[in-house]
């Protein structure tokens, strides 16, 4: 009975911990459905006729399916390329012990850690020169760029940690190395691909400079969107703001309920051993 | 089996193609055809605009002006060893970076410790992505959202400290506070990432060390030092890696909550480098200074790989 | 361009070193291993896109475009028109909201069909965004609403079309304005040389808004008459001689913080120019400057006495306005006086119609905002000049030019001007404006009208380096304004010697930074 109460306790707590950091999402999911005043009143409104007004409102707007779609495209395809690349480089600093690699997985730790302005300088002055400038392949490339530091850190641990026994037994059986690449290796490193797709999607998700600078009208992604269409009527369209973040977010958030699992498999950067 | 079937499938396989790939498996080429994509990534969208960026920092080159771009030496890279606000901003910039990861990390690893065995807990999968929602939001809302709670008058913040009878803080436009209304949102945005980055260094421990360590009735100190620390350390410091980056590179976020403001309390070195080369678009100094945080950059990145090898090698 | 070609041979070798490396993948029928193939698709396409958007006719299409609507070359033809205007402006927002008209206009008079589209990004990021689509020849927007301070960057970069020459070829362009100022804001760069870029959009200047309700109210007259011995002002023409001093006690009068209730509002947000804009008037109108046009000379024009008296005076007022006002931009104060936080507020005139909703219509006077007392004892008011231009992207093709051209013809016809008028912008045009009954169509247009002249308001520089001298003071009077530093003559010092710097580095002024700047600190 006693060690009962102490258990329920400590669910209440970690519930409450959750829901501590969940407050401002709430009060932003909430605003959603307000009206402006309502949003803006002190002290706040916590009961109010839920109004679905701002959502018609956002869909009618022009051009607001493009950017969701632009978001969604862009973000998925560039991480897609970015898995693809890292995987095969992962398996080969794993496999070969090439004399180069640390070196590179080096570089591509370091480039991450560049202030987004700074990296971005370089690419627009080459964008400029060669017209790339708010193209789908400019943009979707160059997240793909971004995604590939961490994809390859994170694969590279899973790919050390299936035995190189299966590469063998896939070859002495007749496989080609590409057949063992994607047929033996890829199925076993499942969750450092989920984990990355996540984490890198996350973040080419809610990316907004890069997409400012070297983006442009037909490349227009949500947090763009966001910023640039947040004014309206001479006041912050707070009941823009908020239903479209809440649209936006529903992706990630859903991601990270359905893959949680292999999301935290994945940060352990093929390191697992124990229960999560 | 998974791993079986595989090999399974291998061993059933029709080797039709197989003269095509043999030249292809046996050469010695194929580790490098592997890792071609990735430099190929790497040469175009790095390693040119470096070199190009290395150069364009020798000038004195504004797009604004019209004129042709100038060499001018290293007559930027004076500018910016003289120049005060670049130094504050970097300054700024680190105490920025060891605020934010130093919380973040503190209270990320307290709290993955808390949810650590909360394997029981009815609606965890739920609980955990509640926990986990502030890193998934776009900065840009985020700011535009945290201005609002922020304002003395229409904020819920002010609201709620004045039912404690707490006068109204302007927080973001407050020389006191406004770096730590700042810091406070990040914190909020990044504490979760670090208690993801925890549980996944805690899963790292193997669970029969755990149970052992439970039948030996070993002192909590003793179990994190000797078994939790060796296992757990790769993971926990490679997150505190990415936290670092990502936190020297926080841009999106003051943008939209201070503008650096009020006065420069909350200048970051990636908004004054941002304003000089896109609202000035000066790319020539603008270029002087990127280089130089690259190579801040990159001294990071190998101070916290040494320490990273380091455990790797003690562990081995 | 030896850089360019040099891109397009790497790039090319990243298109055949992916192909070579796609070239174990099509004799392996594992389904991920279709997936680099992918990766090399889009390369092509930019490839192949770069010579086509590298020529792009210029400025030319401007010359030979005449107004001939009887066969008009562009008849029975779609065109695409792109408006990059500025977000949560109501007057440019007009603009795009108008653009049906004129495709009825259009289709009636040249028979071809136009429809727009709208861009827009908050004042703050506009010029990054319009700047750096413009720096790749591309006419993603073939007209953009700019500010006028970005004419400098622009006509420099040959990105925008000269209007001075335009008028040569289009007389419907030289338009009668209501006052030499609306040239002086909006079109001309250099200053003072007459060659003009721009064509007036919307004309803008800061109003005082009053909550006539509360002045009005009878208790407020008799504390205000027992405390100050004066009447609260309620007229136009009261408020025509309300001073600084007088304003003071109007503002320490309202300002009753356990009500939630403040006297005024001015910005003084670290973001664009907000804060500069609110704070030049306290230098214009007592006698101070900020450059000299002529030589560039800054430091010992920003600098003075007088100016660093008007800063003290502007961060004086804080105590009379909401404790969040250290963040106030156009929208903040936009949410304090419609939400009854605020009894007066400075604020655009073009924001009248967000600042006078349907709640508050009847209740809120817009008037000259407050005089300085001259050492003559004279009035005098000088406030800052808002308000945008039009300008014409330059790589416009022809189709494109042509059809701005006609928009922009069309834009100063006398009826759009009214009708442009009626929905809430502010015309620049001396027809629309001096006709009767101009200033009934909007509460706030008899303030504008008033306030539009050379003698009260005035812009500030249109120099290409405007962004980055910009942001230096914004930081600089931020500074100040917020207490991180307190002496505003120190921070003048600093500011102008950080911007006498930058514009002797960009060129623009034979004038070297003063040799004292070495010692100058913002933080001293």
């Known amino acids: 009975m006693h060690k009962g109460f102490k258990t329920t306790l400590y669910h209440i707590i970690l519930w409450i911990v959750a829901l501590i950091f969940f407050a401002p999402v709430f009060w932003i999911i909430l605003s959603a459905f307000k009206t402006k005043d309502q949003i803006l009143s002190i002290p706040p409104k916590w009961f109010f006729t839920p109004t679905l007004a701002n959502f018609v409102d956002l869909f009618t707007r022009p051009n607001v399916g493009t950017y969701i779609r632009n978001s969604l495209l862009i973000s998925a395809i560039a991480v897609l390329i970015a898995l693809v690349v890292s995987f095969l480089a992962a398996y080969a600093f794993s496999r070969f012990k090439l004399k180069s690699t640390s070196l590179i997985m080096f570089f591509l730790l370091s480039i991450r850690m560049v202030p987004a302005a700074a990296s971005v300088i370089p690419v627009f002055l080459m964008y400029v020169a060669l017209g790339w400038k708010d193209t789908y392949p400019g943009m979707t490339l160059f997240y793909a760029m971004f995604s590939i530091p961490f994809s390859v850190w994170i694969l590279k641990g899973f790919v050390d940690g299936v035995s190189e026994r299966f590469d063998e037994t896939g070859l002495v059986n007749g496989g080609s190395r590409l057949h063992v690449l994607f047929d033996v290796v890829l199925p076993q490193v499942r969750p450092g691909l989920v984990a990355a797709f996540i984490f890198n999607m996350v973040f080419v998700w809610n990316e907004y400079m890069f997409n400012y600078i070297i983006g442009g009208k037909t490349t227009t992604t949500v947090p763009v969107a966001l910023v640039t269409w947040m004014l309206n009527q001479g006041g912050v369209d707070w009941t823009f703001m908020a239903s479209l973040t809440v649209v936006f977010m529903i992706p990630p958030i859903l991601a990270v309920y359905f893959f949680q699992k292999y999301l935290l498999i994945g940060m352990t950067f093929g390191t697992v051993r124990g229960e999560i | 089996m998974e791993n079986v079937s595989a090999l399974q499938r291998t061993a059933g396989k029709k080797p039709w193609h197989k003269k095509l790939m043999d030249g292809f498996d046996n050469s010695n080429l194929f580790p490098y055809c592997l890792i071609i994509p990735v430099l190929l990534f790497f040469i175009i969208w790095n390693l040119i605009p470096t070199l190009w960026m290395i150069g364009m920092s020798f000038y004195n080159y504004a797009f604004t002006t019209g004129a042709p771009e100038k060499f001018n030496g290293i007559s930027n890279l004076i500018d910016i060893m003289n120049n005060d606000t670049v130094w504050g901003n970097l300054g700024r910039t680190f105490t920025w970076v060891l605020a934010t990861t130093g919380i973040e990390t503190v209270l990320g690893i307290l709290l993955a410790f808390l949810f650590w065995n909360s394997a029981k807990l009815p609606g965890r999968r739920l609980a955990l992505t509640l926990l986990f929602t502030p890193m998934l939001i776009a900065p840009a809302s985020v700011g535009a959202f945290f201005k609002l709670l922020y304002e003395p008058d229409f904020g819920v913040i002010n609201y709620l400290l004045s039912l404690f009878g707490i006068a109204k803080i302007n927080f973001l436009g407050d020389l006191k506070w406004a770096f730590p209304a700042v810091t406070l949102v990040d914190v909020w945005m990044w504490t979760p990432f670090m208690i993801l980055i925890t549980l996944a260094a805690l899963g790292s421990v193997p669970k029969a060390e755990l149970e052992a360590a439970e039948i030996d009735r070993l002192p909590w100190t003793k179990r994190l030092v000797h078994i939790i620390w060796p296992y757990g350390k790769f993971v926990l410091m490679l997150g505190i890696l990415l936290r670092t980056i990502d936190s020297f590179k926080t841009m999106d976020l003051i943008f939209m909550l201070t503008r650096g403001g009020p006065g420069n309390t909350t200048e970051l070195v990636a908004i004054g480098l941002y304003r000089k080369a896109f609202e000035g678009f000066t790319m020539g100094w603008s270029s002087t200074l990127a280089v130089i945080l690259l190579f801040i950059a990159i001294a990071f990145t190998s101070v916290y790989l040494y320490i990273l090898n380091l455990s790797n090698a003690e562990k081995e | ?524």
């Not at chain 3, 991920?32 to 010579?51: G, M």
């Not at chain 3, 591309?138 to 209007?163: H, M, R, T």
């Not at chain 3, 006398?414 to 001096?434: F, H, I, S, W």
């Not at chain 3, 009934?440 to 001298?469: C, G, L, N, V």
Request: some cysteine; aromatic content about 12%.
């Open chain 3, 1 to 524: 361009m030896n850089k360019q070609n040099l891109f397009k041979i790497a790039g090319l070798i990243m298109v055949f070193s992916m192909l070579l490396t796609a070239c174990g993948t099509p004799a392996t029928p594992a389904p991920a291993a279709a997936e680099p193939a992918k990766a090399v698709e889009p390369t092509k396409a930019p490839e192949a896109a770069a010579p086509a958007e590298a020529a792009k006719p210029t400025e030319a299409a401007a010359a030979e475009a005449a107004p001939a609507a009887a066969d008009h070359p562009l008849k029975g033809q779609k065109i695409e028109m792109s408006i990059l205007g500025i977000g949560g402006w109501v007057p440019s927002r007009l603009g795009v909201d108008m653009s049906p008209l004129f495709a009825e206009y259009a289709k009636k008079n040249y028979g071809y069909d136009v429809t727009f589209t709208f861009q827009e990004a908050p004042f703050s990021d506009l010029f990054q965004k319009a700047n750096a689509s413009l720096l790749t020849k591309s006419q993603e927007y073939n007209i953009i609403i700019s500010d006028s301070q970005w004419l400098g960057a622009f006509a420099e970069e040959k990105a925008i079309v000269n209007i001075s020459d335009l008028i040569k070829t289009n007389p419907e362009f030289d338009v009668k304005w209501v006052s030499p100022v609306v040239a002086d804001a909006y079109q001309v760069y250099p200053d003072g040389s007459g060659i003009k870029w721009g064509l007036p959009e919307e004309g803008d200047v800061v109003v005082l808004y009053v909550r006539q309700d509360m002045f009005s109210d009878p208790k407020n007259i008799a504390d205000y008459k027992a405390k100050y011995n004066a009447d609260l002002p309620q007229t136009f023409e009261d408020w025509e001689k309300v001073d600084m001093d007088t304003f003071k006690n109007i503002s320490e009068f309202f300002t009753r913080k356990d009500q939630g209730l403040y006297g005024t509002a001015y910005q003084y947000s670290k973001v664009y120019d907000f804060m500069t804009m609110f704070l030049y008037p306290f230098m214009f109108s007592t006698g101070g400057d900020i450059w000299d046009p002529k030589d560039g000379k800054i430091f010992g024009i920003l600098n003075s006495d007088i100016n660093a008296k008007a800063m003290e005076a502007n961060r004086e007022m804080l105590k009379y306005q909401p404790e969040g006002a250290l963040q106030y931009d156009i929208a903040a104060i936009v949410d304090a006086f419609t939400q009854g936080k605020v009894a007066t507020a400075f604020q655009w005139a073009a924001e009248g119609s967000a600042m006078i909703p349907d709640a508050l219509k009847g209740k809120v006077l817009v008037v000259p905002p407050p005089a300085f007392k001259q050492a003559d004892g004279s009035l005098k008011r000088v406030y800052s000049v808002g308000g945008q231009p039009w300008v014409i992207n330059a790589y416009n093709d022809d189709a494109h030019m042509r059809v701005a051209l006609d928009f922009l013809k069309w834009w100063y016809l006398p009826e759009t001007q009214l009708e442009y008028a009626k929905r809430g912008g502010n015309p620049t045009d001396a027809a629309t404006v001096n006709a009767a009954g101009f200033e009934d169509i909007q509460p706030w247009f008899k303030a504008y009208k008033y306030m539009m002249t050379s003698e009260h308001t005035r812009d500030f520089w249109h120099e290409p380096t405007y962004s980055t001298m910009l942001s230096t003071q914004q930081e600089g009077f931020t500074a100040y304004a917020s207490g991180q530093v307190n002496d505003a003559k120190n921070t003048l010092d600093w500011i102008a010697c950080e911007q006498q710097k930058i514009q002797f580095e960009a060129g623009r002024t034979k004038i070297e930074p003063d040799a004292s700047c070495k010692n100058i600190k913002l933080d001293k």
